[in-house]
Nanobody
Framework: VQLVESGGGLVQPGGSLRLSCAAS????????MSWYRQAPGKERELVAA????????HYADSVKGRFTISRDNTKNSVYLQMNSLKPEDTAVYYC??????????????WGQGTQVTVSS
C-alpha cells in the first residue's frame, strides 16, 4: 500500500484545511486509517482514526469538535477536515494505514507527510 497526502499549506488562525490521503492497492477497505502529526521537537501523535468500514472514529482530545476524519472506500481515500485551526495545530501531518490486507501479518504503512502551518 502506498499513501500520498495532499492539501497541506499555510492558513490563518481560525481557518480551515482539508487533507486528503490517496491509497494504492485493492485492499484499502481492510485497513483502519489514521492521521498523525508531528510538530518540531515533539513526538508524533495520533490525531484521528477511522475503522475500515468507516463506522467508528476516534479523536485526540485536542482536536475534538474541530477536526473530522472520513473515508471513501470507493476512491481509496481518507480525509481530514480541519476547522477552527490554531497555531498549535502546526505540524507535519501523516496518513497511516494499519491492517492485515490479504495476509496474516499486521502491517503498517505511512505516507510522506504534508506540512500544515497555522499563522497570521
Amino acid at each position: 500500500v502506498q499513501l500520498v497526502e495532499s492539501g497541506g499549506g499555510l492558513v490563518q488562525p481560525g481557518g480551515s484545511l482539508r487533507l486528503s490521503c490517496a491509497a494504492s492497492g485493492s485492499t484499502f477497505n481492510t485497513y483502519a486509517m489514521s492521521w498523525y502529526r508531528q510538530a518540531p521537537g515533539k513526538e508524533r501523535e495520533l490525531v484521528a482514526a477511522i475503522h475500515s468500514a468507516g463506522d467508528s472514529t476516534h479523536y485526540a482530545d485536542s482536536v475534538k469538535g474541530r477536526f473530522t476524519i472520513s473515508r471513501d472506500n470507493t476512491k481509496n481515500s481518507v480525509y481530514l477536515q480541519m476547522n477552527s485551526l490554531k497555531p498549535e495545530d502546526t505540524a507535519v501531518y501523516y496518513c497511516n494505514a494499519l491492517g492485515y490486507g490479504l495476509g496474516l501479518a499486521l502491517t503498517e504503512y505511512w505516507g510522506q507527510g504534508t506540512q500544515v502551518t497555522v499563522s497570521s
